[in-house]
């Protein structure tokens, strides 16, 4: 059992987030938090696949610098992409009603880059999912916005709360991956990481 093995490795999910922090505890996985305060920052010529697990690999660097022993790391880094163009964590009310306005009625690519690093190895891999949101009334948006203060996500939005109960018709691919952590794909690669 994956949960056993993983015992032998002081585990560490190097985010601040704590929808990835509840997700990995619910799949059974003991660790400690660790965060990074460096900048994001990444080559602007990068595709969207490449920008989320640049991003991923460049957290897990930063944060291995300060760790030592058989530890494991994971890091994640979630990107919204509709049409080429990212969509990035609104940093007011005037730019999340922007953003929620451009994906109303729209589909968009949601990305989780994840990397696992150890002192011997490092694999970094990403999952995508499709989103379909249904057309939302300036209400609604205002609502949401109002009433869940999306600061803190990529495209404006939380899959998890009110705006996902009203405003996603469907998705194709990982919900979790849309929550900010692609858990199954993530197990599958903890199995072959150890």
Not at 122 to 147: C, G, H, M, P, W
């Amino acid at each position: 059992m994956l949960t056993k093995k993983l015992e032998q490795y002081k585990i560490i999910l190097g985010s601040a987030s704590p929808r990835r922090k509840k997700l990995l505890s619910e799949m059974g996985i003991k660790f400690t938090v660790k965060k990074t305060e460096e900048a994001e920052q990444y080559p602007q010529e990068l595709n969207n696949i490449d920008i989320a697990e640049f991003l991923a690999k460049q957290k897990a660097n930063f944060i291995s610098n300060e760790l030592a022993g058989n530890f494991l790391l994971i890091t994640a880094d979630t990107i919204v992409v509709q049409k080429e163009q990212l969509l990035h964590k609104p940093k007011n009310k005037h730019e999340a009603e922007k953003i929620l306005h451009e994906i109303s009625g729209k589909t968009h690519n949601v990305i989780s880059g994840v990397c696992l690093k150890s002192n011997t190895q490092e694999v970094a891999f990403s999952s995508e999912t499709k989103v379909y949101v249904n057309q939302l009334s300036k209400d609604e948006i205002t609502y949401y916005i109002d009433r869940f203060k999306p600061f803190d996500k990529a495209g404006a939005y939380g899959i998890q709360e009110w705006f996902g109960y009203i405003g996603i018709r469907k998705i194709n691919g990982s919900y979790n991956n849309v929550v900010g952590l692609p858990t199954a794909k993530l197990y599958q690669k903890l199995k072959l990481f150890i």
